[in-house]
């Protein structure tokens, strides 16, 4: 084989490495992204139904139930309300009125059904996401009331 062809042959097997390690980063990368939704998107099915997601919003006042390990509670933005269940240990901040963000997947049901559960972690916290959706969520209500008395 003349030289040439060696450096052409080391050319070749070098980009074919590079475009499969390429594929491989990206591949992985796609796995674990994670997004987020608030309870209005999942509400009006902008979920994804088969892939884990994000939700977050307040810990709806009245509706957390503990048995053992298992808990079910609502998460809410004001405007709409999702069920959650979870098996595990909560975190120690996490409480009804008070934020929180759940990692898991939407059953058939409309229940969501999570496999990690974070709570804020001071007052003045919260993921700039759910804030943004409650905020979206509360603003939504007040332009309804201000049609509704008009």
């Known amino acids: 084989m003349k030289r040439r062809h060696r450096r052409i042959a080391f050319i070749v097997i070098g980009l074919a490495s590079l475009g499969i390690a390429a594929y491989l980063?990206?591949?992985?990368?796609?796995?674990?992204?994670?997004?987020?939704?608030?309870?209005?998107?999942?509400?009006?099915?902008?979920a994804p139904v088969d892939r884990t997601f994000r939700i977050g919003g307040l810990v709806q006042e009245g509706t957390l139930k503990r048995d053992g390990l298992n808990v079910q509670f609502t998460v809410t933005d004001t405007a709409h309300n999702v069920p959650v269940v979870y098996k595990g240990i909560l975190p120690d901040l996490f409480k009804e009125g008070r934020g929180c963000v759940a990692q898991g997947k939407i059953g058939p049901d409309g229940v969501f059904h999570a496999e990690q559960v974070l709570?804020?972690?001071?007052?003045?916290?919260?993921?700039?996401?759910?804030?943004?959706a409650l905020d979206k969520a509360k603003h939504a209500r007040e332009a309804a009331k201000s049609v509704v008395n008009n």
């Open 119 to 132: 709570a804020k972690h001071d007052e003045n916290y919260m993921p700039p996401e759910a804030g943004e």
């Open 25 to 46: 980063a990206a591949s992985a990368f796609r796995n674990n992204l994670v997004f987020f939704f608030s309870p209005t998107q999942v509400a009006a099915k902008e």
